[in-house]
């Protein structure tokens, strides 16, 4: 193979590579964005379902929510809701000695233990 052709197969290369790198760029750029968005729909307390959430993430952003960025924005705010509720756990939670501990149920059941 001729040096002509290897260089045109390192450019060609050289340019898939930084397209890729875009796209993964592009890529990190939306899911902080979309933390955002989760982050201020849950500080705002607003309700949302899994067909809504689209018209709710609206209020806060101009990224369009498809069908992938909808998984990942109902992922996280789940994530984040789980982490504050741990958070406010280990708060106000009774702890035990055994590691356990102790939640108040809000549906009227009665204590739980985690």
């Known amino acids: 193979m001729s040096n002509f052709l290897k260089k045109g197969q390192r450019l060609q290369k050289a ?3 930084k397209e890729v790198k875009k796209r993964i760029k592009r890529m990190y750029e939306i899911m902080n964005e979309l933390d955002d968005v989760a982050i201020s729909i849950i500080k705002s307390g607003e309700e949302y379902t899994e067909d ?3 018209e709710v993430a609206s209020k806060y952003t101009d990224l369009k ?3 992938m960025e ?3 924005l109902l992922g996280k705010l789940q994530n984040f809701k789980d982490n504050y509720e741990r958070a406010k756990q280990k708060i106000t939670g009774d702890e ?6 102790s939640v108040s149920d809000t549906t009227g ?3 739980k233990e985690i």
């Open 15 to 17: 340019a898939e590579k």
């Open 70 to 72: 909808k998984f990942l």
């Open 109 to 111: 059941g009665g204590d």
């Open 52 to 54: 809504t959430i689209a």
């Open 65 to 67: 929510i498809d069908a």
């Open 96 to 101: 035990r000695t055994d590691g356990s501990i």
